[in-house]
C-alpha cells in the first residue's frame, strides 16, 4: 500500500551580487527536517539559463514527486508571494551567474504561452495570512529564471500526464543580506519564510 | 555609589484603523525582562495629541531618566529606523485616537524649529547592522504624535540640563498586522525588534 | 486598390474613487485627429466586467481591423506599460463599476492559459523612449478588466485568423487627477500620452 | 517710489550618473522670460559641498533678493516638493561631482538645528494643486547639498534680518532622463515644473 508523497523542493544559490540566496538556506532547513508520510527531495540550482532546467528536468524525470515546490529570490518584495503563472518566455535585466544574456526567448519553443499553478493557490495564501505570515498571490514571476524553471516544470507535469502539484513561491530578502548590504529592502524572518513553506508542502 | 541607569522607555497604543501596535508590545516584553544595572521605566502613551505629552512630562519629571528610547509604528518603512531630528511642527494628515487634527502648529510655541536626537545615532545603525538587524538612520520623524513625544523630551532634556540621551525608534509593521490587515507593508518579526530595542539601550 | 488600415483604440471610463481616466481623454482626443492612411474607429467601454468584452467583441466583428490597441489607466505606474501578455484569469481586488465581483475566473472557459500581444513589443518601447517617453515593458496586465479586454481582444484575433495586431498600454495617472485628489501618485502629461499612443499606432 | 521685487533663483548643474538636470533647465527658462515688476537673477550652482554655499552667499550679499528660490532634483518624488525645514547637518551617500564626503558635519557649525522655509508653504501647496499640478509639503529636504543650500539661504536671511522670503522646491526627473536612462523613475513634464515655480514666485 502506496501512502507517501514524493515532493521536490529547490532553491537557487545567489545570483548577481548578493552574497547569500534565503531559498538555498530554506531549502538546506527543510532537508534537515523529519516529514512523516514524505519522501522528500530538494536541490539548490545554479542560476544558469542552460544548466538549471536541465538539472530540474534531471530531478523530475528520477523521482516523479507528486509535489513540486520551487523557491526563489525576489528582493523587493514585502511578502511570501505565490505564483500563479509561468510564461513562455525569457527576457533577463542582466546577466545570469554564467553570463549569459537571452532577449525575448521562449522557454520551451513551441510551448503553450502560459501555464497556470497546479497548487490550490489562493487556499494556501489564505491560510498562511491566517496564521500571521504575510503571504500574497503573484500573478507574474518575471522573465528570469524562476519563471523559467517554473515554466519548465510545469510543461514537465503537462507532458508527464503525472497530474503533480507544481507551485512557485517568491520570498522577500533575508534580515541579514538586507542589514549588511547597501540598499535596503524589505525582509522576512528565515524563520517565517520556513514555517510558510513547511505549511505550503502539508496543504498540497 | 550610583550604578544604575535610569532608563524610559515608551511605545504607543494602536492607531487609525490598525488593531495592534508592535511598539506597545516590545514595550511590555522589555518590561518583562531582567535588565541589570538598569533602573527600567515603561509606558504606553495613547495617541492622543494633548494627553501623550502630558504623560510624558510627568514621566520624565518623576523618573529623571538618564536614557529615553521612544518608540513608533511607521507602517511602509522597511527597517528600524533611528530617528535624527524632531521639528517643533505638528500638521496630522488625519485624526488622532481622541478624533483632534491639527494643522501647522508648533509642538512647543517658542521652541527652536528642531532638536538632534542625543542618543549615538550613526554608532548605534552600524551595530545593529553588523549584527544582522536592517536599521537606518532617518532624517524625518514626521508631523504626528511621533514627532511630537519626540520633540517634547527633546526640549525636556535640553531645559533641564539634565544631559540625558533620548532618541527615538520607528518600527515597520509586525507580521501579523500585515498578514491579517488588507493591504499588505513590509513588516520584521517582533524577537528582531525587540533585540534592536535592547541592544539600543545598551549602547546607549 | 486597398491602403487603409483599420484600426481600433479603446479606453476606460473612470472607475473606482477616480474621477477621470486618461484613456478616455486620449481616445477623444485621437478621435478628433486626422489619421491619412488609417481608418480609425474609438470607444470608451464601461468598467463592467460583462458589458465590456461583449462591446468590445462586436466592434471587433463589425470592423476587423487590423490593428487594436487597447488603453486602460493603471494609477501607481511611472511609465507608459506595454504590456506583453494577458492571462485567461479574473480576479477582483474590489467590485466593478456594477458591483461585480469575480474571484479566480476564467477570461473565457476552456480558453489557453495565456495570448502574447501580437505588437511589437520591444521595438515600440526601445523606439518610444529613444524620443524621450518614459515606456517600459509590463509583463502582468493585472486580473480586472484590462487584462480581460487584452485577453478577448487576442482570443478574437486567435479565433478569426485574422492576422491582426493587438495590443494593451496602460497608462500612469494624470496629473489632474493626482493633484486634486487625496493620495499622490506617479503621473504623466497627458500630450506626452497622446503622443505615446500616436507613435504606437503608427509603428504597429 | 520702490516697488521691484528682487528675487533669486537657482538650480543645480547635473550630478552622479545623470547627464541633465532639469533645475538647470528650468532656470534657463526663468530667465528667459519677462517678469514684470521682479528683478530677477539666476544661477545654476555646483554640486560641490565647498563651492556651492560660497557662490550662493556671494548672490545673497550682492543681490539682497526678497525672494529666494532654490531648485534641487529628487529622482524618485512623484511631485513637486516645497520643503518645510533645513537641517544642520551633512551627510553625503556618495561624493558630490568634486569628489567630497561628508559624514555627520553641521551645515554651519554652531548654528541652530533647523530653520523653517519662511515661504508660505501650505498656502502654495493649495494653490498648485487646485491649479492641476502634482505638489507636496516635505518636511525633510535631506542631508545633502539640497539641504546644505537651503540651511545656507535661511540662516544668510536670520542673520541678514533682511526678511527675506527663502524656499525650497525639490523636482521629480524630466520624462527625457527616465526615458533615456537605465532605471525608470517617475517624472514631471518640464511645462509644468516651470509652471510652477513662476506660481511660486507669484505667490511668494
Known amino acids: 500500500m502506496e501512502t507517501t508523497t514524493r515532493a521536490l523542493v529547490t532553491g537557487f544559490e545567489p545570483f548577481g551580487d548578493e552574497t547569500l540566496n534565503p531559498t538555498a538556506q530554506i531549502v538546506s532547513q527543510i532537508a534537515a527536517c523529519d516529514w512523516p508520510g514524505f519522501d522528500l527531495q530538494t536541490a539548490v540550482l545554479p542560476v544558469d ?24 529570490l525576489a ?15 525569457l527576457n533577463f535585466a542582466g546577466p545570469d551567474n554564467a553570463g549569459n544574456r537571452i532577449q525575448d526567448q521562449p522557454v520551451i519553443p513551441g510551448g503553450p504561452a502560459a501555464y497556470f499553478a497546479t497548487l490550490p ?75 510558510g513553506v513547511r505549511r505550503i508542502l502539508e496543504m498540497a
Chains 1, 2, 3, 4 share one sequence.
Open 49 to 72: 539559463t542552460y544548466v538549471a532546467p536541465t538539472r530540474l528536468r534531471d530531478l523530475l524525470a528520477r523521482y516523479e514527486p507528486h509535489i513540486v515546490l520551487l523557491l526563489g
Open 75 to 89: 528582493r523587493g518584495r514585502v511578502a511570501l508571494s505565490l505564483e500563479r503563472v509561468a510564461i513562455n518566455l
Open 121 to 195: 493557490v489562493r487556499e494556501i495564501v489564505e491560510r498562511l495570512r491566517k496564521e500571521g505570515i504575510p503571504t500574497e498571490v503573484s500573478y507574474s514571476a518575471g522573465t528570469f529564471l524562476c519563471n523559467q524553471v517554473f515554466y519548465t516544470a510545469l510543461h514537465w507535469a503537462d507532458q508527464s500526464r503525472l497530474d503533480a502539484r507544481v507551485g512557485f513561491l517568491h520570498t522577500p530578502a533575508a534580515p541579514a543580506q538586507v542589514a549588511l548590504g547597501d540598499r535596503l529592502a524589505p525582509s522576512m524572518a528565515l524563520e517565517m519564510m520556513l514555517n
